[in-house]
Each structure stands twice: as C-alpha cells, then as structure tokens.
C-alpha cells in the first residue's frame, strides 16, 4: 500500500542535526549496558531502527550529551513500544498494568524501579535530564510517562475486545499512547529552561502543542497502518475513521491525510499569533527568543518524524504474522512486584 502524506510538510523545512549517526552508536551500546536487547536479533533490530537519527530530525539544534540522551529515550519508547504491539501485552490489558505499576514509581528526582530493566533505564534518563532541569519540569515529565502508561492500558483493552476506539475519545488517547507530550517536553531539556506556566499552559501554545502532536501522530497512522493490520491491530486513526464515517479504507486513508493537513494549517496560523501573546503576557525578548526556538523544535518534530520514517526499517520491514517475532525479549516480565518498602518515598 502506497500512502501519500499531506502536501502541507513541504511547507515545513527544518534542518537535521549531523550528529545522528553518533547519537546511533550511543543508543545501541547504551540499550546493551542496560539489558535491553541481549539478542543479536534484537540488536539489528535497533540498529535498523536508527533511534539516534529519529533525536536528530526531531532535536536539529542538540549537542552531542543531549541528543544521545535523547536518543537513548527514543530506543527505550520503541522496544516498550514493540513488547506491546506486537508481543502479548498489547492483548492483555491486566498484565500490562501489573508490568508497568512494577517499571515505575516517582519521586522528586530519579523515576524508575532500578531492579528492572525498563525502570533501570528510565531513572537513568530521568536523572541525566532532571540534573539540568526545574523541578516544576520533571513533575510535568513524569505526569505525562505516567498519561503515556495509562493510555497504553487503555489501547490494550480495546485490543482484547476486538475494538475500534471511539472517533471522540481517539485523538487525545492517541497523543497520549503515542508518548509524542514527554518526547515534546524534552524540547525545553535542549534548550535548558523551562517555560513559564503563563507561557506554556496557555491557549495558543498549547494548540501548537496539541496540532505538533496530532499531525506526528497522524502521519505516524499514516505510514504505519500497513503493518497494523497485518497483525490485525486497528488502534490506528484511519480504522477510526473508516468506522465512524462508514468508509472504504481508500477513503479513510484520503480523509486522515486531509485532516492532517488541515493541523498543519491550523499550526501555521497558531504560529502566526506568538506575537499577540508575547505582547498580551510581557514576555522579555529572551523568552520570546527561546519560545521561538521551542516552535522551531515543534516543527521539526512534524517533518523529521515523516522523513526519518521514510529510511528506518521500522516501518518498512515487519512480519505477517500474530505471533511475537523473534527479536522480542519480555523484559517486563522481570519488573518485580512493588513492595510497602519500594513504595516509601
């Protein structure tokens, strides 16, 4: 199946940051140093993958130390990522819970459970970033792991049913399964500063915030809908569509290409009144100049992530088939149960 993607990311150009490639190396040897991957085939796997070079279409403006941080957050996403979609925790919402409740309890600094795998590699990340960033920052991150954990939750038991998630509830589920809000918050660690609340939580960055999300998503939809179905998992906005809107799949594929389109429209115009709100909030020229460069990264978000889809085996090599393919290892079935002991801050 030949997906064409909205014509309006032409719009969009951004440049790619040139350390990928290192960012690459790092991400591999940093999954082997934390057990996730312990097979050769799961090796190649990530080194197909290239989550080094998804952090520099997304992060263009990242040093070395940040963007193989951000790298190692990208590797850590995709093979939670692949245990759920195509191992059995995507099918078993009960399990799934368990698992995750076992990889994650927060505090004030650290994030995850050291005795396992996942948890161990999330504290690390965590504390790497959260030595650089406000507290009110790492509470934001750590709010958004913890919506990205529940929704995928929820995704499973739709799974199990064999259900369509509803056309209104999908969008905000989606962006939240997708993990694309604390991949977006680690836009304000490269820049080192974190936004005001005035500044962030208001309507108009917000909306760039929620159209950035909704158009990586979508596109993601888009690109990945192929290998979906061939497993027969419909959490994808074009089966949403296709269901609600009683459609062909040929036309639910054209409709989510137009919506997305019609988000990056509506980003442009968000982006157009910055102005009007630095002006309304007082914003200091050096505040507008980071917001900007945050924007910046929004987009970059937007474009990168369709043009590193378009060379990573990710989305182009997969298996037909409703078994877990051989690179998985069920590292969460390692995540202890958490004691009274664990749980005391």
């Given at each position: 199946m030949s997906v064409v993607l909205p014509e309006q990311l032409d719009q969009i150009v951004v440049p790619v940051n040139s350390l990928g490639a290192q960012a690459d190396r790092h991400a591999v040897a940093w999954a082997r140093g934390h057990g996730l991957i312990r097979t050769e085939k799961a090796h190649q796997r990530l080194v197909k993958t290239k989550p080094g070079s998804l952090a520099a279409h997304c992060y263009p403006s990242a040093n070395l130390p940040e963007l193989c941080l951000l790298g190692n957050w990208m590797t850590w996403l995709f093979i939670l990522d692949d245990l759920n979609d195509e191992g059995t925790y995507g099918w078993d919402p009960e399990a799934l819970e368990q698992a995750l409740t076992s990889v994650i309890f927060p505090d004030s600094f650290g994030f995850g459970n050291t005795e396992n795998p996942f948890g161990a590699a999330l504290d690390d990340m965590a504390k790497r970033a959260g030595a650089h960033m406000s507290p009110q920052w790492r509470h934001r991150f750590q709010h958004h792991v913890l919506d990205y954990f529940r929704a995928y939750v929820w995704?499973?038991?739709?799974?199990?049913?064999?259900?369509?998630?509803?056309?209104?509830?999908?969008?905000?589920?989606?962006?939240?399964a997708g993990a694309i809000i604390p991949s977006l918050d680690l836009i304000e660690f490269v820049e080192s500063t974190t936004l005001p609340p005035g500044l962030y939580y208001s309507r108009t960055y917000q909306r760039l915030l929620t159209t950035a999300a909704n158009v990586v998503c979508w596109t993601n939809d888009l690109m990945t809908f192929e290998k979906e179905i061939a497993r027969g998992d419909h959490q994808n906005l074009i089966s949403v569509v296709s269901q609600a809107e009683d459609l062909t799949l040929d036309q639910a594929i054209a409709t989510v290409r137009t919506r997305t389109g019609h988000e990056i429209e509506r980003f442009l115009a968000t982006e157009a009144d910055l102005p009007r709100l630095f002006a309304a909030l007082a914003v200091s020229p050096e505040l507008q100049a980071t917001a900007l460069r945050c924007v910046d990264m929004l987009k970059a978000w937007m474009r990168g992530h369709v043009d590193w889809g378009k060379e990573t085996a990710r989305y182009l090599e997969f298996e037909r088939s409703a078994s877990p393919p051989e690179y998985l290892d069920d590292l969460l079935a390692e995540a202890p149960t958490i004691s009274r002991k664990a749980e005391t801050p």
């Open positions: 995704q499973s038991a739709h799974r199990r049913e064999g259900q369509i998630p509803d056309a209104d509830t999908f969008p905000q589920q989606r962006r939240e």
